[in-house]
């Protein structure tokens, strides 16, 4: 019996997935990257914003239309349990974003049921209630550390999840009630999954969580992302490190002077920051300072660093002049990467039932103008790069030929990429010194 999986969300959903294949395959389950050749489909779900659920929900009745077994797990039945076994009667179980342990004891089950009933895609094995798993209400999230990830992609990255969980509760976010508090890895358990990858070819590791720099603080006391990184440093094999999902008021002095010190970690600080004005950041419940001040102190204290961040438009009570400064803060910033997210209302968050919602006309507005304006800075940026030669790390060769890899200014899957034009043998994975020729508003184009 052949299972195969369908990831849905963010690089920590991802790994979520990769470990479940890992739990399958060490029972002896043969994993099938093609949906259409197995029996039983994983579909790992979305539920951080309206339009996530919807295309979690399209795969899933794209499967059970194609006569496949359904397993929904993730966020989407943490969140409507109920509701998604009214409206999906045909998926044969449920895990939430915490019970994903389970996952064997599961397909052992519609295992014994296909197996009992003689016929593979017999309708009697649309399993009852009692087959679906109970999801934990209150989820707290263990990382199995004895399980190898069945990893999906292999290739010149690969992420670690050093946590899980959040502690902070935005007026936006129902990733809290979703994932539980935070928990984060012991750092020799993270260590040796980092030598594990080093060992399969994997030369960056990009470290993630829903706070990456609260990592710690639940199991030594203190946040301990800076002693994390120095250990990391010393790995042999590994080229990069680069660190995801940075909160603002965490940024201490120590952390910046790890970014600018340790060799191996790519000056690249990702720090969603999601609006500017202290009347919006005090509605969304996020530290509400000088953003100015803290994007200056970056780029003074780490040379030639790259900042991503984003930003959400339309939430509610977001005025005009509460958008203008957003607007003028981003032009006056020239961040080297940003995302803009238009205010999602989800149920069961603070800002849900809050007075004032924005029109969705306006949200569009508000996005297509900062999108516009990124644009233009992040053309302007790309060409001072235009006769340079900078490191890249090669991703993968085209059919044609062409070289495609990334700089250190990009991570991998959300920025720009590196096209580049050589007669040089190379190899995903190594890091090579690319002259860059022309730009546009994402990529470079370079030689080797």
């Not at 050093?162 to 358990?189: F, H, T, V, W």
Request: include cysteine; aromatic fraction near 8%.
């Amino acid at each position: 019996m052949k299972i195969a999986l369908v990831n849905h969300g963010c690089s920590k959903n991802l790994i979520d997935s990769e470990l479940m294949l890992g739990l399958l395959a060490e029972k002896g389950y043969e994993i099938t990257l093609d949906e259409t050749a197995a029996t039983i489909v994983i579909v790992n779900t979305c539920s951080f914003i309206y339009d996530a659920e919807e295309e979690s929900v399209r795969s899933i009745l794209n499967l059970i239309n194609m006569g496949k077994k359904v397993i929904v797990t993730g966020c989407l039945p943490q969140k409507h349990k109920e509701k998604l076994k009214k409206a999906l009667p045909e998926v044969v179980a449920m895990l939430g974003t915490t019970d994903f342990g389970k996952i064997v004891e599961v397909v052992d089950k519609i295992k014994g049921c296909l197996k009992d009933s003689g016929d593979e895609g017999a309708t009697s094995c649309i399993l009852h209630n009692d087959y679906i798993s109970n999801i934990t209400h209150k989820p707290e999230y263990v990382y199995p550390e004895n399980i190898e990830r069945q990893q999906i992609t292999v290739g010149a990255s690969s992420y670690i999840k050093i946590a899980d969980g959040c502690n902070y509760r935005c007026g936006y976010c129902i990733i809290p009630q979703l994932r539980g508090a935070y928990r984060s890895r012991k750092i020799e358990n993270i260590v040796k999954e980092a030598k594990c990858l080093a060992e399969k070819g994997v030369t960056e590791i990009v470290l993630v969580a829903q706070d990456t720099t609260s990592y710690g603080i639940d199991i030594y006391g203190k946040p301990m992302l800076t002693k994390l990184l120095d250990e990391l440093n010393e790995l042999e094999n590994i080229s990069w490190i680069r660190v995801m999902y940075a909160y603002p008021s965490m940024l201490t002095d120590e952390l910046i002077n790890k970014f600018a010190t340790l060799n191996k970690v790519v000056k690249y600080v990702d720090i969603p920051l999601q609006h500017s004005h202290e009347d919006i950041l005090n509605a969304m419940r996020r530290p509400a300072f000088d953003y100015e001040v803290l994007i200056k102190k970056l780029r003074d204290k780490i040379p030639d660093v790259a900042i991503r961040t984003a930003f959400i438009v339309g939430y509610p009570g977001e005025k005009d002049e509460h958008f203008e400064h957003l607007y003028n803060f981003v032009e006056k910033m020239r961040f080297d990467k940003m995302g803009v997210f238009k205010y999602s209302r989800e149920q069961n968050t603070i800002s849900y039932d809050m007075q004032e919602q924005v029109p969705e006309h306006i949200k569009n507005e508000r996005f297509e103008a900062l999108m516009k304006l990124q644009q233009k800075i992040s053309k302007e940026i790309n060409e001072t790069f235009v006769g340079k030669t900078i490191p890249c790390i090669i991703e993968h060769i085209n059919n044609d030929g062409l070289v495609v890899a990334r700089s250190q200014r990009d991570a991998a899957e959300i920025d720009g990429l590196v096209y580049i034009d050589t007669e040089k043998s190379v190899v995903p994975g190594d890091v090579e010194n690319i002259l860059i020729k022309s730009s546009d508003e994402y990529d470079l184009y370079g030689v080797l």
